[in-house]
């Protein structure tokens, strides 16, 4: 079995903002020699998501509208934000940035990965699909990892048996056809 692991260090412009990682994809597939297997792009940040989409401007404008009338940034109450009742998770934030949003968003989501199989060498993305890195929060130094594996050999191509040449034999010689009355 083959594996490859890379990180690819990114850095995104603002919250929604749609990084597409396709090239590197298909990069890190050639590069591992794997002929049949997986490609597994994930994201080790609680507030991104990894996504499999339509490069196309109007999908990713209504992507970004339907996050916000579902998740809105502002107004809502997030108890996330709310510092005089939140007791976990702050060890390694200043918390200068609500962001309870992005975690709702992240949630609702549900996409840290995507795994894409690799066939004959080929990465199986459709004919319009993209592979995206998504920001939920803010402009920051992101990771994402892209991880490939699987069989590094290609089987020979089994070769059609050439067709046979059926001579007949004395013995097998077609008979005369019938005479008719």
């Known amino acids: 079995m083959k594996h490859l692991f890379e990180n690819h260090d990114l850095s995104t412009s603002s919250c929604g903002d749609l990084i597409e990682v396709t090239d590197d994809v298909l990069q890190a597939v050639e590069r591992s020699g794997v002929e049949n297997g997986m490609a ?4 080790p940040h609680t507030t991104c998501a990894v996504l499999i989409n339509e490069r196309e401007s109007g999908f990713m404008k209504d992507f970004q509208d339907m996050l916000d009338s579902l998740v809105p940034a502002e107004g809502p109450y997030y108890r996330h934000d709310d510092m005089s ?38 990465l199986l993305l459709g004919r319009y699909q ?8 803010r402009a920051k130094p992101r990771k994402v990892f892209i991880q490939v594996m699987g069989d590094g050999w290609r089987r020979p191509a089994l070769a059609a048996p050439a067709p046979r040449q059926l001579r007949p034999t ?12």
């Open 85 to 122: 009742i939140r007791t976990e998770g702050l060890e390694d934030d200043p918390h200068e940035f609500p962001n309870g949003h992005s975690h709702c968003r992240a949630a609702l989501l549900g996409s840290a990965s995507q795994a894409i199989p690799i066939v004959d060498g080929k």
């Open 130 to 137: 993209s592979v995206f890195f998504c920001e939920l929060d």
């Open 170 to 181: 004395a013995a097998h010689r077609p008979k005369s056809p019938p005479a008719w009355k």
């Open 40 to 43: 597994v792009v994930y994201s």
